[in-house]
C-alpha cells in the first residue's frame, strides 16, 4: 500500500530531491517489470514521442508501421480536443504496454480487449469523457493497470467516479494505482465531491494483488478489506 500524499507520483516513481540548477531529479522508483525500490538520478527531456506517433496514427499506413510494436506511448497525443479513440491501436496483437494517458478521449472501445498479450494498461488522465469502460478482466495478461481520477488538463471535466466499479473488475491485476479520485477544488468550489469508496470492497477479489496505490481519494479511514488478509508488498 501506497500513499503518496507526501510526495509526487510519476511513472511509477516518487521525487525526493529536486535540483533545478541541473535540471535534475533525484526519484525513488518502484520498477513494474521487478518491484524492485531503489533510487537514482534522472535528467527530463523534452518528448516529441506524441508529435511523431500522431503524424503516425493519422497515415494511411498506421498498422503497418505499428504492427510489431510491444510497447506503444499516446501519452499526450490528443490532450486539447475529444478525440475517437485510434482503432487501428486495437489491432496490435503484439503489444504488451499501452499508455493513453493525457488525452481526451471520447471513447474507449470494447475492442481493446483484443490485445490478449497486454501486461500494463495506463488510463492516467484520460477518463474525462468516459462514460463505461470496457471489461479489463478479459485481459488475462494484464498485470499492472494505472487509472488515477486526474485531468492534466483543466479545460476538461474530472472522470464520473462510477468508474472505478469498472476499473474493480480488473481483478487479475498484480500493481494497481487508482489514486486521485477523491473531491477537488477549482477556484474554492467543489467541482467533485468524494467518491463512493465502497466500491473498494471489490478488493477482496484481487488475489494477485502486491502493490495498491489510494493517495488522494478523500479517505477518512482505510477500506476494511484491507485488514483482511491482503498480502500487500507495497
Known amino acids: 500500500?501506497?500513499?503518496?500524499?507526501?510526495?509526487?507520483?510519476?511513472?511509477?516513481?516518487?521525487?525526493?530531491?529536486t535540483t533545478f540548477e541541473?535540471?535534475?531529479?533525484?526519484?525513488?522508483?518502484?520498477h513494474f517489470e521487478t518491484n524492485i525500490v531503489n533510487s537514482e538520478i534522472i535528467t527530463p527531456k523534452v518528448d516529441t514521442n506524441d508529435i511523431i506517433i500522431r503524424r503516425i496514427l493519422e497515415s494511411a499506413d498506421a498498422y503497418e508501421q505499428l504492427k510489431d510494436r510491444e510497447e506503444l506511448s499516446l501519452w499526450g497525443v490528443y490532450p486539447e480536443e475529444q478525440t475517437e479513440f485510434p482503432e487501428v491501436v486495437t489491432r496490435l496483437e503484439k503489444l504488451k504496454i499501452l499508455n493513453i494517458g493525457n488525452n481526451a478521449w471520447k471513447n474507449i472501445p470494447d475492442s481493446i480487449t483484443?490485445?490478449?498479450?497486454?501486461?500494463?494498461?495506463?488510463?492516467?488522465?484520460?477518463?474525462?469523457?468516459?462514460?463505461?469502460?470496457?471489461?479489463?478482466?478479459?485481459?488475462?495478461?494484464?498485470?499492472?493497470?494505472?487509472?488515477?481520477?486526474?485531468?492534466?488538463?483543466?479545460?476538461?471535466?474530472?472522470?464520473?467516479?462510477?468508474?472505478?466499479?469498472?476499473?474493480?473488475?480488473?481483478?487479475?491485476?498484480?500493481?494497481?494505482?487508482?489514486?486521485?479520485?477523491?473531491?477537488?477544488q477549482r477556484k474554492g468550489e467543489i467541482v467533485r465531491g468524494k467518491p463512493d469508496?465502497?466500491?473498494?470492497?471489490?478488493?477482496?477479489?484481487?488475489?494477485?494483488?502486491?502493490?495498491?496505490?489510494?493517495?488522494?481519494?478523500?479517505?477518512?479511514?482505510?477500506?476494511?478489506?484491507?485488514?483482511?488478509?491482503?498480502?500487500?508488498?507495497?
Open 1 to 17: 500500500l501506497i500513499d503518496s500524499s507526501m510526495c509526487t507520483l510519476i511513472t511509477g516513481c516518487f521525487i525526493t530531491n
Open 22 to 30: 541541473k535540471k535534475e531529479l533525484m526519484v525513488r522508483c518502484v
Open 114 to 184: 483484443n490485445l490478449k498479450n497486454l501486461e500494463e494498461l495506463q488510463l492516467d488522465c484520460a477518463l474525462s469523457y468516459i462514460d463505461k469502460l470496457p471489461d479489463l478482466s478479459s485481459l488475462k495478461k494484464l498485470k499492472r493497470l494505472r487509472a488515477n481520477g486526474y485531468v492534466c488538463n483543466n479545460k476538461h471535466p474530472f472522470p464520473k467516479q462510477e468508474l472505478l466499479k469498472d476499473i474493480l473488475k480488473a481483478t487479475q491485476v498484480e500493481i494497481l494505482d487508482i489514486s486521485k479520485w477523491g473531491e477537488y
Open 197 to 234: 469508496m465502497a466500491y473498494l470492497e471489490n478488493l477482496k477479489d484481487f488475489a494477485n494483488l502486491e502493490m495498491l496505490v489510494l493517495s488522494h481519494n478523500s479517505l477518512e479511514a482505510l477500506p476494511e478489506v484491507l485488514h483482511k488478509g491482503m498480502n500487500l508488498a507495497y
